[in-house]
């Protein structure tokens, strides 16, 4: 998995009837296994059977496989959920599989008893697993339309330097320009794009731009699953242009726009 897996990567809710090869559901739960997160926080996954957890949603048409995670909830949970389950979800990309973050449109109950929620623990989201189909399900295109899903903000409202003062501009990205754009072109739920980075030097700070409604009791804060999956794409477009870093959180204090909150640092 890689820069190319992130860009050729969209979300895919039309499957065709085909199941999906036993090896790649080797593949799958093998990497499944090695996964970790900067939190070190254990996220366990399982896949199913459709018919036989008789587990659906009604946003997607022919989806016979998917995957689910669950976490216990603490701090950072749901960062390390977005980050693992995004690379789970890139490896399944990158062998030739579509898959779709859902955080709301599903059997909720359903999936939550699949995989035995406990007092506890969360199953914040899941994702099918399949061949996408040649052709969209009307539905799934007049949900892109709705919710623009081709388009991003532009990358000066994204990302800034140094402070919120200073929109960073793409052509003055520097070497971070690709590990930025691959967060530009992230899934984030319903397009919202969270995700607001500032570079100071080697260190890029990361932050939320929070939109009411997302942070939910029962299961936590869905856009900070969005800045775990921003995590994973920057990290790995970093490595990818020999930019090796780590996560630590340690908040430069900055002067924060409204319903912005500080969440992590890659200090290189
Ligand atoms: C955390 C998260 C939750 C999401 N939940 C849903 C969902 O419940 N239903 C759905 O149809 N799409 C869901 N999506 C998919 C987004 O709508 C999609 O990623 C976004 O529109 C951008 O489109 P793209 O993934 O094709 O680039 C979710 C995405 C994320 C990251």
New binding site residues.
């Given amino acids: 998995m890689n820069i190319g897996t992130m860009r050729a ?3 895919v ?1 039309t499957f065709t009837e085909e199941s999906v090869a036993s090896e790649l559901i080797e593949k799958l739960s093998a990497y499944m296994k090695e996964l970790d997160n900067p939190f070190h926080i254990p996220i366990e996954f399982q896949i199913l059977d459709a018919k036989e957890h008789k587990v659906s949603s009604p ?1 997607l048409v022919g989806a016979q496989t998917y995957i689910v995670g669950k976490y216990q909830r603490q701090p950072n949970a749901e960062l390390a959920f ?1 980050y693992e389950f995004e690379k789970l979800m890139l490896c399944a990309v990158s062998l030739g599989l579509g898959t ?7 059997d909720r109950k359903a999936f939550e008893r699949a995989i035995e929620v406990k007092d506890g623990e969360v199953m914040p ?1 899941i994702t099918p697993i399949g061949y996408a189909a040649n052709k969209k399900s009307i539905r799934e295109g007049m ?2 339309k709705a ?1 623009k ?1 081709d388009e991003r903000m532009d990358f000066e409202k994204l990302f800034f330097d140094r402070n919120f003062e200073h929109p960073l501009k793409e052509a003055d990205a520097g070497r971070f320009l690709l590990p930025l754009q691959m967060v530009r ?1 992230a ?5 919202k794009q969270p995700w607001r980075l500032v570079v100071d030097g080697n260190r890029i700070h990361f932050y939320e731009e929070k939109t009411k409604g997302y942070d939910r009791e029962e299961i936590g804060d ?1 856009q900070k ?2 800045l775990g ?1 921003a995590m994973a794409h920057f990290e790995i477009a970093a490595n990818e242009t020999g930019q090796k870093g780590r996560f630590v959180q340690a908040n430069p204090k900055l002067m924060l726009p409204e319903n912005t909150e500080y969440i992590t640092t890659f200090e290189l």
């Fill in positions: 990567r969209r979300s809710r946003v977005g779709v973050w859902i955080a709301g449109t599903m989201a949900m892109r919710i899903a072109w899934p984030s739920a319903t397009n869905v699953i969005d999956i």
